[in-house]
């Protein structure tokens, strides 16, 4: 099928935009025509910024997996919704048609009904990367239960709070999953994380590698056993529940730069319509097409981009459950090569970590078959685009640069791939539907899409300075966060109280004469590690915990794979310690409270931390002898002892 909303050369674009600027409402609701509602909105969008506030398509009635798979399933039965790709390539590939998929989600959702999940239920999902997850998630959607999904990364800790956060009552896991030569003991994780009191009242486990785990009676139920159940009833059909367009369809945990991670909730809906259009347009998705996006479903990438976008738009979907660098670092490369695929969709930390593998592992293979490549989590440096461009995308490939995040849903800032203008380093310019702002420190808006005339205009030549500022969004779109779960509030404080009425992306960004934009990174205090956001605050709660440890201060670094590494300094009790020692029990630390993705890459034992007066650890300070810059530290006379930050800079490991 093809979708009517489909952009399709650069005046479209323009058009596109104005026309969704000058009335979004009537943009939007011309999209969304085009789904498979229960009922149509009332209203198209309800918003307030200040409470915040935000409802799109007001009243409307649906269920996502019915525009994911049924109506799929009845128009193009036989083509493949999701291609899976295992750990090793020695084991066969799966493949499941939309005809299938629907079968399977159905079967599975009856086996959530019958173990007690309702609609509104929180349900906590902890999966390696196989078809299972996917069919989990979409038997949750149908049934109205809200998934939460927990990166495989994530410790038992991290699991632990995130179950409570969201009061689950069910969780589905697996025995173990791969992860290149490593296997990963899931079911052992969740285990410890479930040892203290929770609502969870049922364990569904997946075995995926036979390995042995203890199933706690009462609790722990085979995924096989209850299928088989479901098989002996021939229970294989599931009405999909009525939603309202802005029930919760999940929760997804993210980090901020204060405290534990935030519940980001989206809603069915908008996050469905701006998923599917953002997919379409952005990747210029063609029926038939291939997609295959690297991520893991663990995070908003693969929620909205392995999921959700290119089942909406009845694509064929690729997931893979193993690494780049497994079992050599010519596997993403295979897999594209193997699975003819079209569209890849990455991350700059992978294709740094691939580039630095040299081009060996590339000249064998093919990659004829791809059209489009992209990438998204964090800045892409020139020298990685280039890489991509030339060596993977053959030059014949236009590279889309996608600027988003958790909250908001979809991708926001983007080139279109052949039909807007691509540039190295830039995300280049917003989507139709989405309006943003450069502001200065003090909440005046820097740019409007006209600003970079004026300054020109006006006999600026060079605006570089004039357009850099915090990132903000000034109007509703229809996939962004409604809420942090359970707590409103802290939604409000982390978005919308910078910069009054504005959404804030917590981004600094830099904006060409042209309106381009180029995301330069966090201007909070988050951290963003091979595309992992982690906040400072949580890591250095987590080596707090250490005993011994009086405190801690972490900062980011500037890394040559991971984009940003872990700098950590730590003040430690006892006078001359066994600094290796120290350090292993510090990662053992962060390890296990966190998880291994929050490991600190650097740790220097301190005597004191840089504080001013009225004890604010100044973490400027601290950023710039991380960086290796030891010369110009600015203005230290409001340090309370400025003889610390020479014990410091003498230290510098
Ligand atoms: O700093 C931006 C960076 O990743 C942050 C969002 O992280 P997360 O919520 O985990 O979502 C990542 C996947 C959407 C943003 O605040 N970021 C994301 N994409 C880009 C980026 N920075 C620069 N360029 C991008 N294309």
Redesign the pocket.
Known sequence: MSFSYQIKDLSQYKEAYKKSVEDPEGFWSAIANEFIWRKKWDRVLEWNFKKPEIKWFVNAKLNITENCIDRWAETQPNTIALLWEANDPAEPSRSITYRKLLFEVCRFANVLKNNGVKKGDRVCIYMPMIPELMIGILACARIGAIHSVVFGGFSAQSIRDRINDASCSLVLTADGGYRGAKQIPLKEIMDVALRDDTAVKKVIVFKRTGVSVSMQPGRDIWWHDELKKMDDLQSFECTAETMDAEDILFILY?SGSTGKPKGVVLTCGGYMVYTNYTFINVFQYKPRQIFFCTADIG???GHSYIIYGPLSAGATTTMFEGIPTWPDSGRFWEVVDKHKVNILYTAPTAIRSLMAHGLDPVKDKKLDSLQVIG??????NEEAWHWYHDHIGKKKCPVV???????TGGIMISNLAGITPQIPSF?TLPLPGIQPVLMDENGKIIRGSDAAENALANGKKDTSELLTGNLCIKFPWPGMLRTTYGDHERCRLNYFTSYPGFYF???GCFMDTNGNYR?T??VDDVL?VS?H?IGTAEIENAIDMEPGVIESAVVGFPHEIKGQGIYAFVIHAEGKIDEDAARKKIIGAVTLVIGVIAKPDKIQFVAGLPKTRSGKIMRRILRKIAEGETENLGDTSTLLDPSVVEEIRNGKI
């Not at 640069?401 to 909250?407: I, L, M, S």
């Open positions: 993210t995070w908003i990438t990438t998204v989590g964090e800045p892409i640069d996608t600027w988003w995040q958790t909250e995300a992306t917590g981004d995301i990174g966090r963003n595309g956001r």
